[in-house]
Nanobody, 125 residues
């Protein structure tokens, strides 16, 4: 069983910063790409940023230059540093990770995408 738990969300004013964390736990064989997505009421879930095991990053255009994604492979944790927050950044932020687990019975490695429960970020004007 694998679990992703986000933390660090909250209520801030425009221009302020937040740092989100997401820790993966469970019988993890390997974690590949990790990322952050967000979803506001009435909107589709959208990619915020992603990062590979080797550290290659990808950002959505609206977040580029303001947000920074990073990870600590030893702790199975991914971070999102959010600066210069805007009211339009208000959303539930979800952690995502491509994780492989090993089936000891069949000696197979199975990979799929896992999601966290989400953490609320609210930015007031």
């Amino acid at each position: 069983q694998v679990q992703l738990v986000e933390s660090g969300g909250g209520l801030v004013q425009a221009g302020e910063s937040l740092r989100l964390s997401c820790a993966a736990s469970g019988r993890i064989f390997k974690i590949d790409t990790m990322g952050w997505y967000r979803q506001a009421p009435g909107n589709e879930r959208e990619l915020v940023a992603s990062i590979t095991t080797g550290g290659t990053t990808n950002y959505a255009d609206s977040m580029k230059g303001r947000f920074t994604i990073s990870r600590d492979n030893a702790k199975n944790t991914v971070f999102l540093q959010m600066n210069s927050l805007k009211p339009e950044d208000t959303a539930v932020y979800y952690c995502n990770a491509d994780i492989s687990v090993r089936d000891e019975v069949f000696r197979q490695v199975m990979s799929r995408s896992y999601w966290g429960q989400g953490t609320q970020v609210t930015v007031s004007s």
